[in-house]
């Protein structure tokens, strides 16, 4: 019995936790998630990838964190801040091309990249403190206000038939 034991410990520790192919046989960017959300505070407000929605490694991992599922016409830019703490994006790797507009819009946020121990990227999160979201909310707000005086003064003629 203690010599299997010995085996399945040199199986796990020296060989497949240690080969990229079985870290991308699981859940990897889902487990890395669910971690990762455990981390901001209680008060911060989650917004996540549609991709990882409900998926168990987060849901478990992170302990059924409240999220809201990140609809990009809606949460980008904020219109209201609706948390008293920070606002976190997490995002699939395919979304970092987001995060040059993320860093305009909330300067003093910061982005990361999440990779597996082997370089591989899992997923990219963007964390914009509270100071920066009201900020953005309130730019939302007056460019919104702009463009509906800049309609009201230029509308198109009717013409007639």
């Known amino acids: 019995m203690l010599y299997v034991g010995a085996v399945n410990a040199d199986t796990f ?30 008060n911060a407000q989650v917004y996540l990838s549609p991709a990882f929605e409900r998926h168990s490694a987060v849901e478990l991992i992170s302990r059924r964190r409240p999220y809201t599922l990140l609809n990009l016409a809606e949460h980008l830019p904020l219109r209201s801040v609706q948390a008293e703490g920070d606002v976190v994006y997490v995002m699939e790797t395919l979304d970092r091309r987001l995060v040059p507009l993320l860093q305009q819009i ?56």
């Open 13 to 42: 520790f020296n060989k497949q936790a240690r080969d990229p192919s079985v870290w991308r046989a699981v859940s990897a960017p889902e487990a890395a998630i669910g971690a990762y959300l455990r981390d901001p505070p209680a």
């Open 106 to 161: 909330y300067p003093d946020g910061a982005a990361d990249y999440h990779q597996d121990p082997f370089g591989a990227s899992l997923f990219v999160s963007y964390r914009a403190p509270t100071a920066a979201v009201a900020q953005g909310a309130a730019d939302c707000a007056l460019l919104s206000r702009r463009r509906r005086r800049w309609s009201a003064h230029h509308r198109a003629p009717r013409h007639s038939d």
